[in-house]
């Protein structure tokens, strides 16, 4: 069983992110384009300070998606494996939802998913030009730069997860986050105008 447990932040967060990058770039150097990939820590345990599920995110974002079993074959020796996810519709396996705003394209928000089996990390693989790819480092440099909001959504988070404890997955938690996105979309994005300028 797999339930939202939100835990203060860990200072070594980061420092395993890295590690965890590290070893995934030498896998995919073999990839065609490799020197363009974008290796990012995302999520919570991103942004210090936060509270968050104890599950390091990453996303690794390329021109173009390999296919699912080409990409498992290149990170077979990194402990990550594809993620089929608790559910039939359980949320960003196989494609990203588009964001209010954002183009609707379909093509832009495929994606692969892997997961350490022991629940530590995730990884996520995006196009280059996926909206959504650029919604999650939005999303973690605003949080990083307004600690008044990363406490709002720290609460959120905490009552979301003693909501849905008793839940046999964590899909329920992460769309119920979705209401937060939505309130401060149009603040999120107006920083990130203000600081691309």
């Known amino acids: ?17 890295q590690h965890l ?11 065609d384009d490799s020197d363009r990939f974008e290796y990012e ?20 974002r390329m021109p173009n998606l390999p296919p699912l079993e080409q990409l498992a074959e290149l990170l077979a020796g ?12 359980s949320p960003g396996v196989y494609r990203d939802i588009p964001r209010p705003g954002d183009p609707t394209d379909a093509a ?19 196009r280059m030009d996926s909206p959504f790819a650029q919604f999650v480092v939005l999303f973690r440099d605003w949080l ?9 959504y720290q609460q959120v988070k905490r009552r979301l997860a003693e909501r849905h404890s008793g839940d046999g997955d964590y899909d329920d938690y992460t769309r119920s986050k979705t209401a937060f996105f939505d309130e401060t979309n149009d603040d999120m994005r107006a920083w990130g105008q203000a600081h691309r300028s």
Do not use: C
């Open 108 to 126: 832009l928000y495929a994606k692969r998913l892997f997961h350490d089996p022991h629940g530590a990390s995730i990884l996520h693989i995006r």
């Open 41 to 60: 820590h995302i999520g919570s345990t991103a942004v210090p300070g936060l509270a968050a599920k104890p599950i390091i995110d990453l996303q690794v």
């Open 78 to 89: 990194t402990g990550f494996i594809p993620a089929p996810g608790a559910r039939q519709d």
């Open 21 to 31: 990058l590290g070893r995934v770039s030498a896998a995919l150097a073999r990839l």
């Open 144 to 152: 990083r730069h307004n600690p008044e909001r990363a406490n709002q």
């Open 1 to 17: 069983m797999t339930v939202a447990v939100v835990v203060d932040y860990e200072p070594s967060w980061p420092r395993r992110a």
